[in-house]
């Protein structure tokens, strides 16, 4: 087995609440500075970044993992992650199809900004990323999975679209594998108030700022080479390894 530190929840300039400076290459150079290994980008409701931090990350000696925070209907985060880019961009095309068009006020909401991986705009999206889709919370898991991906309820001790939050409990109905926390400290706590073992309680930044990005904190062990951690990572969290 082998270790590997972690930030699974980070926003780019393309989240309306992202920083401008939060470009792929900034963060994966932070992700360099502070010690990381794995480091997933997890846009509102969109993966169009991701090309560009794989490339990124490749400089830098960081795996990326790519991902998306989901908005459901009932305005839940869930982080959702996938084994490989174009399982993540597929992905990204059909949650496009669920999306609620709303026009973006950059002057309220910021900018949405696609880059390239030497921190050029390529492009700009339009409509608000940071609203609810048309899927429910119900839906998300099999349609991640039909995807080859992973998702787990994102921030479940915050206020602010956390599941508990918003339902008053953690849902039997549809199962989630793990969930995230932003305070680790209260890992204990949340794990015996949901029911789960602590290890499948991950901690990740929720970073919308370069400097809010992890140090060498957190980690996973896993049983793998680095060339196969992504893979890896996706069985891990979804309960088959």
Known sequence: MSRYYYD???HSCLSPCGDDESTPDSIAGMGELNGLDLMALTDHNTCKNC???FEA???HGIIPIAGMELTTA???HIVCLFPDLASA???DGFVASKRIRIRNRTDIFGNQLIMDSFDHVIGTEDDLLSNATALSLEEVPEAV???GGVCYPAHIDRQANGIIAVLGIFP??????CAELHDGNRKAEFAAQIGKDPVNILVSSDAHTLWDIHERQEWLELPCPREDAAAALIRRLGGTV
């Open 8 to 10: 699974l929840h980070i």
């Open 51 to 53: 090309p560009a931090f």
């Open 57 to 59: 990350a490749a400089r």
């Open 74 to 76: 009932e305005d839940i």
């Open 89 to 91: 961009m597929a992905f």
């Open 145 to 147: 999975r039909q995807f």
């Open 172 to 177: 039997e109905t549809p199962f989630f594998p």
